[in-house]
Nanobody, 126 residues
Framework: QVQLVESGGGLVQAGGSLRLSCAAS????????MGWFRQAPGKEREFVAA????????YYADSVKGRFTISRDNAKKMVYLQMNSLKPEDTAVYYC???????????????????WGQGTQVTVSS
C-alpha cells in the first residue's frame, strides 16, 4: 500500500511560482512512475506531468510545457512540481499519483495510476 500526501498549494498572483510536494510511503517508491494531475471546477481531471522511476524521463502536458518541472528524490520518497509563470487557467486541485506497473515507465494515462493523494488547491489570481 502506498500513501501520498501533497502540500505546497495556495493562492498566488499570475506570473508567480509555487512548488508542490508529494510525500510517499512504501518501500517500493523508487520503482514507481509518478505523475501530477489537476482538476479545475466543472472540468475533468487532466494530466499535468509524469516522471519515470529514475527521473530520467519526464513528460508534460502541452499547456504547462516550459513552465512546470517535475522532479523526484527517491531517497526522500518525494516528488515535486515546480510551477512558474502561473496563469489563472492553472487554478485547480492538483493530485499526486503513483503507478506501480513494472519497469516504472512514465505515462500520461490516468487509469494507469494505482494510488492517489488527497489533492492540494492551487489558485492563481489575475
Amino acid at each position: 500500500q502506498v500513501q501520498l500526501v501533497e502540500s505546497g498549494g495556495g493562492l498566488v498572483q499570475a506570473g508567480g511560482s509555487l512548488r508542490l510536494s508529494c510525500a510517499a510511503s512504501g518501500r517500493a517508491f523508487s520503482s514507481y512512475a509518478m505523475g501530477w494531475f489537476r482538476q479545475a471546477p466543472g472540468k475533468e481531471r487532466e494530466f499535468v506531468a509524469a516522471i519515470n522511476w529514475s527521473g530520467g524521463s519526464r513528460y508534460y502536458a502541452d499547456s504547462v510545457k516550459g513552465r512546470f518541472t517535475i522532479s523526484r528524490d527517491n531517497a526522500k520518497k518525494m516528488v515535486y512540481l515546480q510551477m512558474n509563470s502561473l496563469k489563472p487557467e492553472d487554478t485547480a486541485v492538483y493530485y499526486c499519483a503513483a503507478d506501480q506497473s513494472p519497469l516504472g515507465i512514465a505515462t500520461m494515462q490516468e487509469d494507469s495510476y494505482d494510488y492517489w493523494g488527497q489533492g492540494t488547491q492551487v489558485t492563481v489570481s489575475s
